[in-house]
């Protein structure tokens, strides 16, 4: 029996973090168990009252560091995309040694050529068809996926200065907020790993997430036509990321693993995007427009992360 898999985008989010990589022979040892090493923290951003009564006047203060003089916050996105190559269920971890290991995994979904998948469009159902192979019955504690080394996304915040709407930025490897009055709607922006892989600089080419219902992992690799062979990418050449980055490999692990038993006739796939998806970065005393009007105000942009969940039927 073959199981059904389909996608369905939630209106709950989850969201991401960066940080730096430690130095170590295997992918394993980059990363820990203990949320205390997810050192780059950020948390949702507040809304926006209309009624005037609890207007946000900036999204600088009261929100988390993410460096001197800079904060963030996450927000929801009205287009995510990305190109998802391969996604599998795992029976241990497959980010070991010095390439994914694939040899206790299912996939669920192999496509070498790769389907865009728009996690913008929330609560919709994007069907993926049935796996070549069904998944043996039993526990399924990891979730694996093959995705592309850039995502594309779009979106607004509002303060009480102005509205404030994504656009490209072609000086880095992500996008930027400017105000209404000059970007009337907001626009897509490609943020890319390719470079400085999960910082805004350097190298940074693995990425680890402790959300309260599990682990999240990521690692940067390059590929292959059937993205089999997928070696992690660990140099570092002129200050940037060196060798070929063309995949995005991440794990979820949930704290209650997935159970498929002898009934079980079909997964429905759930990504947890939406409140999280879009990372917003203010500053103090520094704004793209150059204008202190712009202060404290949503200024860069970036792709945060999402979490997928399988759910048995």
């Not at 002898?262 to 999280?276: A, H, K, M, P, R």
Request: a negative charge; glycine letters at 8%.
């Amino acid at each position: 029996m073959k199981l059904f898999t389909k996608i369905l985008l939630l209106n709950t989010g989850l969201v991401g973090i960066f940080l730096s990589p430690k130095a170590f022979a295997n992918i394993q040892d980059q990363f820990t168990t203990s949320a205390a090493d997810d050192t780059f923290k950020a948390n949702k951003c507040p809304n926006f009252d209309t009624s005037g009564s609890d207007q946000l006047a900036n999204v600088y203060d009261n929100q988390l560091n993410t460096g001197e003089n800079f904060k963030s916050c996450y927000s929801q996105p009205t287009v995510y995309k990305f190109t998802l190559y391969r996604m599998s269920l795992c029976t241990s971890s497959p980010l070991i040694g010095s390439k994914v290991d694939f040899s206790t995994c299912v996939d669920t979904f192999n496509k070498p050529a790769g389907l865009e998948l728009d996690l913008g469009n929330i609560n919709s159902e994007v069907p993926l068809g049935s796996s070549e192979i069904r998944p043996p019955s039993g526990k399924y504690p990891h979730m694996l996926m093959v995705m592309g080394n850039s995502f594309t996304l779009k979106g607004s915040y509002q303060t009480a200065v102005t509205t404030y709407n994504t656009e490209n930025d072609t000086s880095t490897h992500s996008g930027k907020f400017t105000p209404q009055s000059s970007n009337p709607t907001p626009q897509e922006f490609e943020h890319s790993f390719a470079k400085y892989g999960f910082s805004g600089n350097g190298c940074s080419y693995i990425y680890q997430r402790t959300p309260s219902d599990g682990q999240i992992r990521a690692a940067l690799t390059n590929n292959d036509s059937s993205n089999d062979n997928l070696t992690y990418q660990t140099s570092v050449s002129g200050g940037q990321c060196g060798g070929t980055i063309t995949r995005l490999v991440g794990v979820y692990s949930p704290t209650t693993p997935l159970t498929i038993t002898d009934e079980t006739n079909g997964l429905e796939l759930q990504f947890v995007i939406s409140d999280g998806g879009l990372q917003v970065e203010s500053a103090l005393n520094q704004h793209n427009t150059g204008s202190s009007t712009h202060f404290k105000q949503p200024s860069w942009a970036f792709a945060g992360d999402f979490k997928p969940k399988f759910v048995p039927f």
